[in-house]
């Protein structure tokens, strides 16, 4: 299962891996009230995603690391949040919780560690076979990050 986090959208995407083909299982987002407090906003985004991992009972939740530009640290703090009820939820249930930076992640899908979002849109489309790329963004990134962490937790030459 691979998580996107947001405060506003939280992406997922769960993913199955069989004979060496990816398969979409489920993917979606987790919205919580913009103009909530902010502890109300947390429990939404741990609601959903306990309520996704209870559904599809994860080997482990791949998560994008946190990353902060110096000009917004509100936003990093925020977004620490939004990861930190996600570790949470995953924990609680005994599924191991791995990061990874989106360059990196980028990188492994695309070969190009500074992709646009289009770009890593398409290579979702084609490691899943989907007839659409997926929408929006959020779970595009999600589904991204669920395939680079089973290429990078399963395969040496990735890491």
Not at 44 to 59: F, T
Not at 97 to 126: C, D, I, R, W, Y
């Amino acid at each position: 299962m691979g998580i996107d986090p947001g405060l506003n959208i939280t992406g997922y995407g769960v993913v199955r891996v069989s004979g060496g083909q990816f398969q979409l299982v489920e993917a979606g987002v987790v919205r919580s009230p913009a103009k909530a407090a902010i502890e109300v906003r947390l429990t939404e985004i741990y609601s959903g995603v306990v309520e996704v991992i209870e559904e599809h009972r994860p080997d482990f939740v791949a998560l994008e690391q946190l990353f902060s530009h110096y000009s917004r640290p509100k936003t990093a703090i925020l977004m620490g949040h939004a990861r930190g009820v996600i570790c949470l939820a995953a924990g609680s249930a005994g599924i191991p919780v791995k990061s990874f930076e989106p360059t990196k992640v980028k990188k492994v899908m695309t070969g190009n560690g500074h992709a646009p979002k289009h770009q890593m849109q398409q290579a979702v489309k084609l490691q899943l076979n989907l007839n659409e790329v997926p929408e929006p963004a959020d779970v595009a990134d999600a589904l991204s990050i669920a395939i680079c962490g089973f290429h990078l937790s399963h395969n040496p030459l990735f890491g």
